[in-house]
């Protein structure tokens, strides 16, 4: 049945001026998956597909009224975070969290490398924001910053994912894009007291920008629709190497590129 008004999906990141990642990817994959997307901005970077040249970021008032002006209106179905670029930004979202006002929290804890001065900080505070996600979606590295050891193979992404459920999110997803396992893309899944991995093949290309934002949007918007969250992540799956898969010939920018979450270059069939 087609829903009369689409779900709003509140994405909570920074602008990543490439368009590839961040708000822009986010809000690609939710008119993909045919959902609203509203956005609060918590910085804005500068960057291309070679490199992030500078972020400036929002401060915690600007994150706060961007938030107000969202959730006083707009009947919000899921929300998911991504990069921030102070601790104290992340703090207006917890303030909110904590209130019962995210509903289907996917918190994908980004920590970038390049631009941002307080890495620790921001992984101490993504810890105080996790207890209230619905779902998580850290890359390896990003599990390893959060848990302080180095998670490396498929048998520790699942360690990890468990470590992480211990501390608050129902589910947990450490995903293993740049891990090589013979043909397969591999995700540790912490659900519901199970462990599992979900696989795909893997696809050899070197457009992957933006994967993990366009894997963690897709699950914020599938759960606005009403999946059940293993169906979000089982669609989500699919939707991410779908669009790897559709961008391997696109040239666009010469580092990494975007990949096609709207199916634009999708075989006809
Ligand atoms: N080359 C690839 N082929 C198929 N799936 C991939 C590939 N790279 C990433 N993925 C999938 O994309 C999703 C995002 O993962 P990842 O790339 O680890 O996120 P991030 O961009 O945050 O590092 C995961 O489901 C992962 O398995
Ligand atoms: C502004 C910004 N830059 C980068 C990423 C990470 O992107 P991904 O991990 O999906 O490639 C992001 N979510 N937001």
């Known amino acids: 049945m087609t829903e009369v008004t689409p779900p709003v999906v509140l994405s909570i990141g920074g602008s990543d001026s490439s368009g590839g990642s961040g708000l822009q990817a986010d809000l690609r994959t939710f008119a993909a998956v045919g959902a609203y997307g509203a956005?609060?901005?918590?910085?804005?970077?500068a960057k291309n597909t070679r490199a992030a040249a500078d972020v400036?970021?929002?401060?915690?008032?600007?994150?706060?009224?961007?938030?107000?002006?969202?959730?006083?209106d707009l009947p919000v179905a899921a929300v998911k975070t991504g990069m921030f670029a102070s601790a104290d930004g992340i703090g207006e979202v917890l303030a909110r969290a904590k209130a019962g006002a995210l509903p289907n929290l996917?918190?994908?804890?980004?920590?970038?490398?390049?631009?941002?001065?307080?890495?620790?900080?921001?992984?101490?505070?993504?810890?105080?924001?996790?207890?209230?996600?619905?779902?998580?979606?850290?890359?390896?590295?990003?599990?390893?910053?959060?848990?302080g050891w180095q998670v490396a193979t498929p048998a520790d992404?699942?360690?990890?994912?468990?470590?992480?459920?211990?501390g608050g999110p129902?589910?947990?997803v450490v995903t293993g894009g740049d891990l090589v396992v013979g043909t397969e893309a591999l995700d540790a899944v912490w659900a519901a007291g199970e462990e599992r991995y979900m696989s795909a093949p893997r696809i050899t290309a070197r457009n992957v920008l933006g994967s993990g934002a366009v894997?963690?949007?897709?699950?914020?918007?599938?759960?606005?629709?009403?999946d059940a969250v293993v169906d979000a992540l089982t669609y989500a799956k699919g939707l991410v190497g779908?669009?790897?898969?559709?961008a391997s010939d696109w040239r666009l920018g010469s580092g990494p590129g975007p990949i096609d979450v709207c199916g634009w270059s999708a075989p006809v069939i």
């Open 106 to 147: 996917v918190v994908d804890p980004v920590l970038l490398n390049e631009g941002i001065k307080s890495r620790r900080q921001i992984a101490m505070a993504l810890e105080r924001l996790l207890p209230y996600a619905l779902v998580a979606t850290p890359n390896r590295e990003e599990a390893s910053a959060l848990l």
């Open 56 to 72: 400036l970021e929002m401060t915690p008032p600007v994150i706060a009224g961007q938030l107000k002006a969202v959730l006083d």
């Open 170 to 172: 129902q589910y947990v």
């Open 242 to 246: 779908r669009a790897i898969q559709d």
């Open 215 to 226: 894997f963690s949007a897709a699950i914020a918007a599938r759960l606005a629709h009403g």
């Open 157 to 166: 992404m699942a360690q990890a994912a468990r470590e992480l459920v211990s």
């Open 39 to 45: 956005t609060v901005v918590t910085a804005v970077v």
